[in-house]
């Protein structure tokens, strides 16, 4: 039914208007034209004044019905436009890697290489295990009794201060720690071999260590070891000198040597430092060498009695030795670098040259 208007026929026109704006500005024309104030709707609704009652009341009514139909299609049209809008604008921007071709803008792909400590540590594996070495490992997170006590250091001796150390749970029933040294992992090879009855042992372990040192152009607090551990029966001290010897002259050149001087190390009697030739002055002496021509490398001894009571092993029936020395210390007299901490800090002008 209609009025003075044909209300239908508004409503009918309004939707064929908006279905056609496909644009956010087509849209607002559109929406001014159907509903806006000059719009045919709010004409209409100026004549109801002049009306009689009841055909005030029925116009009013489909007038009212006809604002809610093109208010709510202009919302479907709105919401429409602006995701179409969107959408274009995403595909526009999406970048298509399919398109790139490595390699062609950048030049060739860089490849990176092994950190210069492991190559050391490869290095040095391969020269042990040219001699008849095993390699082992063992965990970084040790107990009190690995790390000191079974290698002969009981608490509150005086050795201890020499390794002081990061400790992640100090007291009863023991303290853990992160270990100071390469040498509780004897320990642990001794035990196994005992164990499974496997004797002798030519093994050498290498692994990061921990120690509470400022780092200095020598040190780290976060370092490698190489520790080496023979048991067997009749094995002297001769056969250590020798060991120590034939490892110098195969990872640093046959013009390096070796020395080994008295020292002490709870866990080895009689110990030694053993210092090789400078590798910068060749033995000449230099600032490097403080003018001695040597250079201390690391520590060794024959296996203390002690040591081997702690793990069971007959002191009567094995002897063997024990070394254990630094792996950025080698790598640093190797290629002659002046302080340490270059290793870590991850300069990639610095690692590259290796
Ligand atoms: N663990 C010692 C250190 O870190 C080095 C060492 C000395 C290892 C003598 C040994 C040894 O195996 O026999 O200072």
Known sequence: MSGPVDVDALVA??????????????????????????????????????????????LGRQLHEARATVDGLLEARRTAIRYAELSA??????????????????????????????????????????????????????????NFGALNI??????????????????????????????????????????????????????RCYRRDTPDARHLAVFHQIEGLVVDRGITFADLAGTIETFTAA???????????????????????????????????????????????????MVDPAVFASVGIDADEWTGFAFGFGIDRCAQMRHQIADMRALIENDIRFLRQF
């Open 89 to 146: 604008e995403m595909a526009a921007s999406r970048l298509d890697l399919t398109e790139y071709v490595p390699g062609e803008a950048a030049g060739p792909v860089a490849r990176g290489h092994l950190h210069l400590v492991s190559q050391t540590r490869d290095a040095l594996e391969d020269v042990f295990v040219g001699m008849g070495f095993e390699v082992a490992e063992g965990p970084e997170i040790e107990s009190d009794w690995y």
């Open 13 to 58: 026109e309004a939707r064929v208007a908006i279905a056609a704006a496909d644009t956010t500005e087509d849209f607002r024309h559109v929406a001014a034209v159907v509903s806006g104030k000059k719009s045919a709707l709010v004409e209409a609704s100026r004549a109801l004044g002049s009306m009689d009652p009841d055909a005030r009341k029925e």
């Open 154 to 207: 009981p608490p509150a001796h005086p050795a201890r201060g020499m390794w002081d150390t990061f400790y992640l749970h100090l007291g009863e029933p023991e303290s853990t720690l992160l270990r100071t040294h390469t040498s509780p992992v004897q320990i642990h090879l001794m035990e196994r071999a005992v164990l499974d009855g496997t004797l002798p042992i030519h093994s050498v372990m290498p692994g």
């Open 251 to 301: 990872y640093f050149g046959p013009d390096i040597h070796s020395r080994l001087r008295p020292a002490y190390f709870p866990f080895t009697e009689p110990s030694a430092e053993f210092e090789v030739t400078c590798t910068i002055c060749k033995g000449e002496g230099c600032r490097t060498c403080s003018q001695t021509g040597w250079i201390e490398l690391g520590g060794c001894g």
